[in-house]
């Protein structure tokens, strides 16, 4: 066989493992278009839905008919346009990661495929819960901090002297909340994004503890620095409120925790497989104890 041959052998599997590839991701992309189109078609309730919480705490400070506005022609249209694609990338995840698992599923093992398939599953679900508790729980605080911390002067001011607070006032200027579209949406979405994405964290965690990349005892040696990772990003991705910043600090934090014993539950399984098999060494129980006897 000649050198002309063997190249071309060689390169058709490339070739058809490319063209499946196209295919694809043809497909994801028409998903995900298919899902902005109707994202966008009900965009304006999927805004007024986003934006309850701050509707909400605006209601709550004595505000009878919530405004929001926006100041450019193009503003509410760009608006629609990136909740649609949130949202249509929400609605054809389902779609992608099916398209994922059938590209990649071919070149695994069995045991690999069982182990790979429960976390396509359990990832948006995840996300889901953390975008659901942003919502009704981390942006309503934030938005009662930011709007109740403006209301605040007045609150005393109608407490030193409520005769003049009921009427007009000769001297001072009134602030009040003229929310623009774009910027409270920020928010929301900044909040929402990130807390589905910190949900995740025990979705990634168990699945590099099955495939060996971590270990229950790693994660208690590292959890000290875990702490110190979890306070920045709970700085940086969370408005500069200290209740947002707590709360996201301690739900990841459990998330962590929850993590170690989801991982060493993955590690009793493995072990306890090993053993069935006979093909479980026996110094690895050793140096665990010995691990254990020298402490973090």
């Not at 346009?81 to 949130?86: D, E, H, L, T, Y």
């Not at 889901?128 to 007045?154: I, N, R, T």
Request: proline share 5%; glycine share 6%.
């Amino acid at each position: 066989m000649s050198d002309t041959e063997t190249l071309e052998d060689s390169s058709a599997p490339l070739i058809e493992h490319l063209a499946e590839l196209r295919t694809r991701l043809i497909r994801s992309v028409l998903a995900f278009l298919v899902g902005m189109t109707i994202c966008f078609t009900f965009g304006s309730m999927i805004l007024d839905f986003l934006l309850t919480p701050i509707e909400n705490t605006m209601r709550a400070l004595g505000n009878p008919n919530p405004v929001m506005q926006y100041t450019a022609p193009q503003e509410y249209f760009f608006t629609l346009i990136r909740i649609s694609m949130v949202g249509g990338l929400c609605i054809s995840f389902p779609v992608i990661a099916f398209q994922m698992w059938r590209f990649v599923a071919p070149g695994l093992y069995k045991q690999e495929k069982n182990a790979f398939l429960p976390f396509i599953i359990s990832s948006p679900v995840m996300f889901l819960l953390g975008a659901s508790f942003a919502h009704y729980v981390v942006v309503p605080l934030a938005m009662q901090f930011f709007l109740g911390f403006a209301d605040l002067p007045s609150f005393f001011a109608a407490l030193i002297t409520p005769e003049e607070a009921a009427g007009a006032k000769d001297t001072g200027i009134d602030i009040v909340f003229n929310g623009k579209v774009n910027e409270s949406l920020d928010i929301t979405l900044k909040m929402i994004v990130a807390f589905g994405l910190c949900f995740q964290l025990p979705v990634l965690l168990t699945l590099m503890g099955k495939a060996g990349l971590a270990s229950a005892e790693g994660l208690r040696n590292v959890r000290k620095y875990a702490i110190v990772g979890i306070l920045s990003v709970a700085a940086l991705v969370t408005p500069p409120d200290v209740t947002t910043q707590i709360l996201l600090f301690t739900v990841v934090y459990g998330l962590y925790e929850i993590s170690i014993f989801l991982v060493a539950r993955v590690e009793k399984q493995r072990e306890a497989k090993l053993r069935e098999e006979g093909l479980w060494d026996e110094d690895e129980d050793d140096e665990e104890i010995h691990a254990e006897d020298r402490g973090p």
